[in-house]
């Protein structure tokens, strides 16, 4: 209707495989699929890195893509295709649960503790993580703290226990990595105080996980843009965050690999809202009161 010329539809790669191109006066127009949104490389990339180099992207050069081509997961497909990549060919990836703090600012209260819809904040956590596609959820906690332990007996974890845990942060990301498989591919460090983390952000993590493409942190941003957690670090990393010290966690890590870095954009704002004071608690759920 506006005059425009279509000149190619559809492309031999997968994702990517809806695209179409066309020509509207001397402006390319470029259709873009429903991959475009994930953060996996996809045939949209292909095409969109082409013209913003200035070379001519024809109905040929769309049809050359698909030697070799692409056919990879992206976090919306609801089913694996029939026949692809095995379970043993994944990345191994597990999680760490940083439940080891002495809620310090909590006023003598224990924020793992919290109720949540009547489930300790704890337990509501660690049921996130299993809920997750992570092959097995490692949670750090301190050796003696009984109440935190009985809130997670009954699951299906591995229990880390932390013995200098109040030095900081950094010694209870040590214990945790120091518990993971051997062949472990890549952890993500979630923090036990964040109510409204979901699997979800844990899988858009590991679906965005791509060593091939130096995507070897990835990191969840909330829906407005701001950075949070949880955060995934692959292997390379394991060596540099078991020497972290202190309570800076991993930002340093992620502060000198930037090149490594992908932010993953999750829903809601659950990955910036950790609650650390009795206020911040109050707030939170008068907010989820407000909302439903």
């Given at each position: 209707?506006?005059?425009?010329?279509?000149?190619?539809?559809?492309?031999?790669?997968?994702?990517?495989?809806?695209?179409?191109?066309?020509?509207?006066?001397?402006?390319?127009?470029?259709?873009?699929?429903?991959?475009?949104?994930?953060?996996?490389?996809?045939?949209?990339?292909?095409?969109?890195?082409?013209?913003?180099?200035g070379i001519d992207v024809t109905h040929d050069s769309i049809a050359r893509m698909g030697v070799g081509g692409l056919l990879k997961e992206i976090p919306t497909r609801t089913?694996?295709?029939?026949?692809?990549?095995?379970?043993?060919?994944?990345?191994?990836?597990?999680?760490?649960l940083l439940a080891a703090g002495g809620s310090s600012r909590m006023q003598g209260r224990d924020k793992l503790l919290e109720d949540v819809d009547g489930t300790p904040m704890l337990r509501v956590a660690t049921n996130v993580m299993l809920g997750s596609k992570v092959r097995r959820v490692n949670v750090v906690i301190q050796p003696e703290h009984e109440q935190r332990k009985a809130a997670i007996a009954d699951l299906n974890i591995n229990l880390v226990e932390s013995p200098n845990w109040q030095s900081g942060m950094a010694a209870s990301i040590a214990a945790g990595l120091k518990s993971v498989s051997q062949d472990c591919d890549a952890v993500i460090i979630a923090l036990g105080d964040m109510p409204d983390v979901t699997p979800q952000h844990l899988d858009l993590l590991i679906s965005a996980y791509d060593p091939s493409e130096n995507r070897e942190i990835c990191r969840a941003i909330s829906e407005d843009g701001m950075p949070g957690h949880p955060v995934l670090f692959g292997r390379r990393f394991f060596e540099t965050l078991g020497s972290?010290?202190?309570?800076?966690?991993?930002?340093?890590?992620?502060?000198g690999a930037s090149d490594y870095l992908v932010d993953v954009q999750t829903d809601g704002p659950g990955a910036k809202i950790d609650l650390d004071t009795q206020e911040d608690w109050k707030a939170w759920r008068r907010a989820k009161e407000m909302s439903t």
């Open positions: 209707a506006a005059g425009g010329k279509l000149t190619r539809f559809g492309m031999p790669v997968d994702p990517g495989n809806l695209l179409f191109l066309g020509q509207l006066g001397p402006k390319v127009v470029v259709g873009l699929p429903g991959c475009a949104r994930s953060p996996a490389l996809n045939g949209a990339d292909w095409v969109l890195e082409r013209l913003v180099a089913q694996s295709r029939a026949g692809e990549t095995q379970l043993s060919d994944r990345p191994k990836i597990e999680v760490v972290l010290t202190g309570d800076r966690g991993a930002r340093d890590v992620i502060a």
